[in-house]
């Protein structure tokens, strides 16, 4: 059974632009949440996704969005980068009918120059 | 809010040495618990789980029992090994009332085991 794909692994990206990372869960999980993960900040939830709803939001400015596809598939967006936006991106996804158990990908590693 | 505090790292240790990872959480209502690993540059994997007071998980020669009159959730292996070196981190599920959910996660310890 695959894992929680994303990508791409590796983004280089300058103030000011805008990045979108992609995220696919494990065939079968409807949930989809988004991390940022920082030395500074630690791990730090952005939002959750299910059955292409956001449910829950972590305290992130506006410029973080995300969405949620038909086949479960997830994408989030950051405009407007900040050098402060680089961090590796963590996406996890669970099944509906069972514990909130969290399988994660290998994340986004983001750097904004 | 919930929370989840863990000992400070780095921690290090030779091969063989007892650990533990001391871990406290706060919360409201009976969250899972949960004990995750991150090697280096990669994402989190799951090393063991408890969802209810007294529940002992265990994975890999590490445990934890979920002691809810301590609020607690240590980290234990009898014996670790030079590949058992990365980064910890004791996290909570915090479920709100729309059965949305989110991961409440520690700082993280940094573990090295000298050969």
């Known amino acids: 059974k695959a894992g929680v794909t994303q990508t791409p692994r590796y983004l280089i990206k300058t103030r000011g632009q805008q990045v979108t990372l992609s995220c696919s869960p494990i065939?079968?999980?409807?949930?989809v949440s988004w991390y940022q993960q920082t030395p500074g900040q630690g791990l730090q939830f952005l939002f959750e996704?299910?059955?292409?709803?956001?449910?829950n939001k972590g305290n992130f400015p506006g410029r973080f969005s995300g969405r949620q596809f038909s086949n479960s598939r997830s994408e989030m967006n950051v405009s407007t980068l900040e050098l402060g936006d680089s961090a590796l991106y963590l996406c996890?996804?669970?099944?509906?009918?069972?514990?909130?158990?969290?399988?994660f990908g290998q994340g986004t590693r983001l750097t904004v120059v | 809010g919930n929370s989840v505090t863990q000992m400070e790292g780095p921690v290090t240790l030779s091969e063989e040495a007892f650990l533990t990872i001391n871990c406290t959480y706060t919360a409201t209502g009976y969250p899972s618990l949960f004990w995750y690993v991150q090697y280096p540059g990669e994402g989190l994997q799951l090393l063991l789980k408890a969802t209810k007071a007294d529940d002992k998980g265990s994975n890999k020669g590490f445990e934890a029992t979920y002691r809810k009159e301590t609020t607690s959730f240590h980290l234990e292996k009898g014996s670790v090994q030079v590949s058992d070196s990365a980064v910890y981190f004791c996290a909570l599920s915090d479920r709100g009332g729309s059965s949305a959910s989110k991961i409440i996660f520690g700082s993280g310890t940094r573990l090295s085991i000298r050969p």
């Open positions: 996704y299910f059955s292409e709803t956001q449910r």
């Open positions: 065939s079968g999980h409807r949930s």
């Open positions: 996890a996804s669970s099944h509906p009918d069972r514990d909130t158990e969290a399988f």
